[in-house]
C-alpha cells in the first residue's frame, strides 16, 4: 500500500498572477482531472511493473516524487528485470475538489478507491506549473472514509483554497511543516493527541536506547518549491492542509558491535561504508485537519517512504 505511497505553494493573497492572467477561474474541469487521474494511474503502472523512474517521473513531483523514485531505484537495483510481483493499480469512485483560483500554478485533490489497501480513500493532490505542463501528483495519503473531511463548496461545487498565511486557523499553513518538525522534537501544545503525534513521540522514547544499539532523530520541515502546502477550506470554518517534512533516523551500535542490514531496500540505497552507524532518510506526507484559531490540529493520516540510507 505504502509503495505507492509538491504541492504547488499558496500565497499570501490566494492566488498566483502568471502572464497577466487574472481572472479567478477552476483550477481544471472536471474532464480534465479525470484525464489526469488516468494518465498518471497509467505512468504509475508502467514504472512500477518496469521498475523504471522514466516512466512515471511527468507525472509526480514532491513529496511522493521523492517517494516515489527511491522506491523504484532500489527496486531496480534489486530486481533489474522488473516487477515479477506487480498488480495494476486501478483507482475507481474518483472525486475531485477543484478549488477556484488565478494563474499559475494549479492544482485540485482526487479523493479515490483502490483494488489495494482495504476500504482506505486514496488521496492525491494533482499539481501543474503552467499550461505546457502535465499534471502532476505531489502528495498522496490514504484516509479512513470516515476521516475525509467535509469541505467547503460553492454553488456550483468548486473547492475553496486557503492562504498560505490564513491568521484565522491555528496554525499557517506555511508554518505547518515547522511547527510540526519541532513539535516532534520538543513536544508541547498544538497538535492533538494521537499516532501521528504523542504515539510517535513515546515510541521514539521508547527505543531510542537499548542494549547495544542507540537511535537519534532529525527531524526538518519541507517548505519549498514542490514541497509547499496545500489546503481546502473544509464546512466547519476550518481547513484540509496537505504537507510534507523530513525525517532523519540515526542508529548507532555500541563499541565493539556493528550493525546489520537485512531490509533489501535500504542495501541498494546505502551510501558510505557501514560500520558502527547507519542513518536512514525518510520524507513524509501528511494531511492535517487545521481548526479555527484556539484549536489543536489533527494529523488524520501520514504516510512516508525511504528515500535514503548512508553506513559510516
Same mark, same amino acid.
Given at each position: ?36 487521474? *488516468? =494518465? ?6 508502467? &514504472? !512500477?511493473? /518496469? ?5 512515471? @517521473? %511527468? ?95 460553492? *454553488? =456550483? ?6 492562504? &498560505? !498565511?490564513? /491568521? ?5 499553513? @506555511? %508554518? ?96 558510505? =561504508? ?39
Amino acid at each position: 500500500m505504502v509503495a505507492l505511497a509538491a504541492a504547488v505553494a499558496v500565497t499570501a493573497s490566494g492566488c498566483v498572477t502568471v502572464h497577466g492572467e487574472r481572472e479567478v477561474v477552476p483550477a481544471a474541469g472536471k474532464a480534465e482531472a479525470a484525464r489526469a487521474l *488516468k =494518465d498518471f494511474t497509467t505512468a504509475y503502472n508502467k &514504472a !512500477d511493473k /518496469a521498475y523504471d523512474r522514466s516512466l512515471d @517521473e %511527468d507525472h509526480v513531483t514532491g513529496a511522493l516524487g521523492a517517494i516515489d523514485a527511491a522506491k523504484l531505484k532500489a527496486g531496480h537495483v534489486n530486481h533489474p528485470d522488473g516487477n515479477a510481483n506487480h498488480t495494476p493499480l486501478v483507482l475507481s469512485d474518483a472525486r475531485f475538489s477543484i478549488p477556484k483560483k488565478a494563474g499559475w500554478p494549479r492544482w485540485f485533490v482526487a479523493d479515490t478507491k483502490a483494488n489495494r489497501g482495504g476500504d482506505f480513500r486514496w488521496m492525491l493532490v494533482f499539481t501543474r506549473s503552467d499550461a505546457g505542463r502535465p499534471w502532476q501528483v505531489s502528495y498522496l495519503t490514504l484516509m479512513s472514509p470516515g476521516d475525509v473531511p467535509e469541505l467547503k463548496k460553492d *454553488k =456550483d461545487g468548486w473547492a475553496q483554497p486557503v492562504t &498560505a !498565511d490564513d /491568521a484565522a486557523l491555528a496554525v499557517a499553513p @506555511e %508554518d505547518l511543516s515547522r511547527s510540526y518538525a519541532t513539535y516532534l522534537k520538543d513536544g508541547g501544545n498544538g497538535f492533538a493527541p494521537g499516532r501521528h503525534t504523542s504515539e510517535w513521540r513515546t515510541t521514539r522514547e521508547r527505543t531510542a536506547s537499548r542494549p547495544g544499539l542507540a537511535r537519534q532523530y532529525v527531524d526538518e520541515p519541507l517548505t519549498s518549491g514542490d514541497y509547499a502546502p496545500v489546503g481546502l477550506r473544509t464546512a466547519d470554518g476550518g481547513a484540509m492542509v496537505f504537507f510534507a517534512t523530513h525525517h532523519y533516523e540515526k542508529q548507532t551500535a555500541s563499541k565493539g558491535l556493528s550493525i546489520t542490514v537485512d531490509n533489501e531496500n535500504v542495501k541498494a540505497l546505502m551510501t558510505g =561504508d557501514l560500520k558502527q552507524s547507519l542513518t536512514l532518510e525518510r520524507v513524509s506526507n501528511q494531511v492535517a485537519v487545521d481548526p479555527a484559531k484556539g484549536g489543536d490540529v489533527d494529523i488524520l493520516t501520514r504516510l512516508e517512504g525511504l528515500t535514503g540510507a548512508k553506513g559510516s
